[in-house]
T-cell receptor, first 109, second 112 residues
Framework: RKEVEQDPGPFNVPEGATVAFNCTYS??????FFWYRQDCRKEPKLLMS???SGNEDGRFTAQLNRASQYISLLIRDSKLSDSATYLC??????????FGAGTRLFVKA | DVKVTQSSRYLVKRTGEKVFLECVQD?????MFWYRQDPGLGLRLIYF???????EKGDIPEGYSVSREKKERFSLILESASTNQTSMYLC???????????FGSGTRLTVV
């Protein structure tokens, strides 16, 4: 079992749709959680950290479920510019940071 | 604007050449990392450093070495390039207080 698993997609959604991605992790001692966004042929960029209480940044909402060991990202009112690969990132303490392989999203007009 | 700068965007090298990839950050971060990214495999950690002159192997260090003589600079060295080292190489840095990474724009290396 991979330490961090994501559905690779692709997710194809129309503009304005709501889309959700899940990510599971295997290390129950994991401490920090993030979502990164990576555009085609570009570097990953931090989208948002994920907190136990859940957090929201505009159209993006991130949630953490420690009991079930998964994190989620919800995108509301999808824009064409949201098309990208979304990476789930889990830090298990110290230097043990694991990147998921990513979920591809295509938003179409 | 904080930055991680990688010296080359694209490189083409011949098999057996020694290759140097340079990375500089201006955020005074303690931690620096080298990853390679390949389709379907995601990001894989090659080496990391948590202080000047300190280095630790990541998950795939074979065929690579690193150097960190100054806090802001972390170099990746391919001792003898091989075709299976053709990849996108990404440098990143992070502060000690949290683990949010800032990445450089990447070097796409082709070994022929």
């Amino acid at each position: 079992r991979k330490e961090v698993e994501q559905d690779p997609g692709p997710f194809n959604v129309p503009e304005g749709a709501t889309v959700a991605f899940n990510c599971t992790y295997s290390n129950s001692a994991s401490q920090s959680f993030f979502w990164y966004r990576q555009d085609c042929r570009k570097e990953p960029k931090l989208l948002m950290s994920v907190y136990s209480s859940g957090n929201e940044d505009g159209r993006f909402t991130a949630q953490l479920n420690r009991a079930s060991q998964y994190i989620s990202l919800l995108i509301r009112d999808s824009k064409l510019s949201d098309s990208a690969t979304y990476l789930c990132v889990v830090n298990g303490g110290g230097f043990k940071t694991i990147f998921g392989a990513g979920t591809r999203l295509f938003v179409k007009a | 604007d904080v930055k991680v700068t990688q010296s080359s965007r694209y490189l083409v090298k011949r098999t057996g050449e020694k290759v140097f990839l340079e990375c500089v950050q201006d955020m005074d971060h303690e931690n620096m990392f080298w990853y390679r990214q390949d389709p379907g495999l995601g990001l894989r950690l090659i080496y990391f450093s948590y202080d000047v002159k300190m280095k630790e192997k990541g998950d795939i260090p074979e065929g690579y070495s690193v150097s960190r003589e100054k806090k802001e600079r972390f170099s990746l060295i391919l001792e003898s390039a091989s075709t299976n080292q053709t990849s996108m190489y990404l440098c990143a840095s992070s502060p000690q207080v949290n683990w949010s990474y800032t990445f450089g724009s990447g070097t796409r290396l082709t070994v022929v």
